[in-house]
Nanobody, 118 residues
Framework: QVQLVESGGGSVQAGGSLRLSCTAS?????LGWFRRAPGKEREGVAS???????KYADSVKGRFTISRDMRYKTTTLQMDSLKPDDTAVYYC???????????????WGQGTQVTVSS
């Protein structure tokens, strides 16, 4: 069992930045971030594998950056140029296969709220 502890999030005006961090209790090949906006299904935002390869949803490319520190089993999602449409609960996830496919991730954080006001 892998525990994931998230930090960061909060409220910001459009155009602002926020940073999310997630620390895993043990190693997993892939770490990722998903989000669920009000009234919508959860969607993949970004993921990063142990070899450093990353993937992004088209809606966040060029604005969000995912990184990973293998020593501390931590992943960070730097979110810049935030838009109101980015408002959602963001979840950290850990798994074996990665990508932006929800079923590839076996462990999930509790979620952290991100609110972007116009």
């Amino acid at each position: 069992q892998v525990q994931l502890v998230e930090s960061g999030g909060g409220s910001v005006q459009a155009g602002g930045s926020l940073r999310l961090s997630c620390t895993a209790s043990s190693y997993t090949y892939s770490l990722g971030w998903f989000r669920r906006a009000p009234g919508k299904e959860r969607e993949g935002v970004a993921s990063i594998d142990a070899d450093g390869s990353s993937k992004y949803a088209d809606s966040v490319k060029g604005r969000f950056t995912i990184s990973r520190d293998m020593r501390y089993k931590t992943t960070t999602l730097q979110m810049d140029s935030l838009k109101p449409d980015d408002t959602a609960v963001y979840y950290c996830a850990a798994g074996t296969y990665g990508g932006l496919v929800e079923r590839h991730f076996d462990y999930w954080g509790q979620g952290t709220q991100v609110t972007v006001s116009s």
